[in-house]
Every structure is written in C-alpha cells, then in structure tokens.
C-alpha cells in the first residue's frame, strides 16, 4: 500500500518562528488534506489540496502531485499552534480509503 | 447546533463485552468514516461509508462492525473479537468521499 511519511517527528519552536513541515507519499494520489489536532484530540481540518498551493492566514500549504511531497508552512507561530500536524492522502487505486502520516508533533514556547 | 457529535466522551467496558459508540450528524454530508488512534500514532481507517445501506472496510475492520441505516448516523460496535480495543476513536463526515473530512471529538474506550 501507499507510505505517507511526514518530517520532522518532533519540533520546539519560540513563539514568533517560522516552520516548514513536510509530508512524503509513495504513490500517485487523489487528494490530500492537512490536519491540526489540538490537545484534547479535535482534528480540524486546515486545506485540501491535492495539487497546487493554498493560503490560509499564517498557514500556507503547497502539494506537488508529480514529485509527490506537500509542505506546510506555519509562519510567526503562536502557542495555541501546539498539537499534532497529521498529512493524509487518498491513494489513486485505493478504493477511496484514506491513509494518514504519523504527524509532526509542535510545541511553541511562549 | 450543526455539526459532528460522539458520544459517550469516555467510555469503560470489561473485557469480553461488546460496545457501540455512536456517532450522529447534521451537516447532510453523504460519507462518514470511523478512524482508530493509538497513543502517539495516526489515525487508521476501520470503516466507510459513501452512502446510506453501504459501507466498506478499511485497513482494520477486524472485530468491528458498522451499520448506515440513516444518512445522519454510522454508529460502530467493538466485538469481543477485538483484541486489544483500547484507543480513542473518531468519527469524520465528509460530501462526498473525495471532499474534505469533518471530525466529530472523538470517543475515548478503556477495556478494563
């Protein structure tokens, strides 16, 4: 089946940073949407975007299907960025099943 | 209210037992889907449904089962035949299987 790898596992940045997470897929996909997973263990969603790039505030995310990797970009981050990113994709032979990263896990220090 | 509700939040059952926790919503959403999370892991997919009277397995359906009689509610039951059913589960709605996912906050079970 499809690998869905993100990197890095783990990050601690300083109120105010920038980041760069990133999420590998092995194989072609249909979509791929970016999670936020707060502390008490609310995903929400932040973009679908199989291809291209997106804006949203101080997230941004960009896919490109043909090299098959998407980033997401936090910038001037905030504590209440802290949580779990979670990439996940739906494989283009996959019977519409979705398949998750393992995540990155943020901490952003006041 | 609009939305994704699960319940019960936390939930404790003996070993052996089965259980169902319930997952409803309004939104008019035609898929639904039931994900397992294991501490520190990501999520996998036990159940889907794209549409009402059809639902399919995904990567863990072993000792699950799932039911979509009405469009607003996917509720799942955990056999005794799960073997180690610990974990927090979540629920998501989405238009339509290739659309964004909406999830509900989720349903936490301990098997004592």
């Known amino acids: 089946g499809i690998q869905v790898e993100q990197s890095p596992p783990d990050l601690i940045l300083q109120e105010g940073a920038n980041s760069t997470l990133r999420c590998n897929f092995s194989?072609?996909?249909?979509?791929l949407q970016w999670f936020h997973q707060n502390p008490w263990g609310q995903l929400i969603n932040l973009f679908y975007i199989p291809s291209g790039t997106k804006q949203n505030g101080r997230l941004s995310a960009t896919t490109v299907a043909t090299e098959r990797y998407s980033l997401l970009y936090i910038s001037s981050s905030q504590t209440t960025d802290s949580g779990v990113y979670f990439c996940a994709v739906e494989h283009s032979t996959g019977g519409f099943k979705t398949i998750f990263g393992a995540g990155t896990r943020l901490f952003v220090k006041a | 209210d609009g939305g994704i509700t699960q319940s019960p939040k936390y939930l404790f059952r003996k070993e052996g037992q089965n259980v169902t926790l319930s997952c409803e919503q309004n939104l008019n959403h035609d898929a639904m889907y039931w994900y397992r999370q294991d501490p520190g892991q990501g999520l996998r997919l036990i159940y889907y449904s794209q549409i009402v009277n059809d639902f399919q397995k995904g990567d863990i359906a072993e000792g699950y089962s799932v039911s979509r009689e009405k469009k607003e509610s996917f509720p799942l039951t955990v056999t005794s035949a799960q073997k180690n059913p610990t974990a927090f589960y979540l629920c998501a709605t989405g238009l339509a299987h290739t659309d964004t996912q909406y999830f509900g906050p989720g349903t936490r079970l301990t098997v004592l």
């Open positions: 194989d072609s996909v249909n979509n």
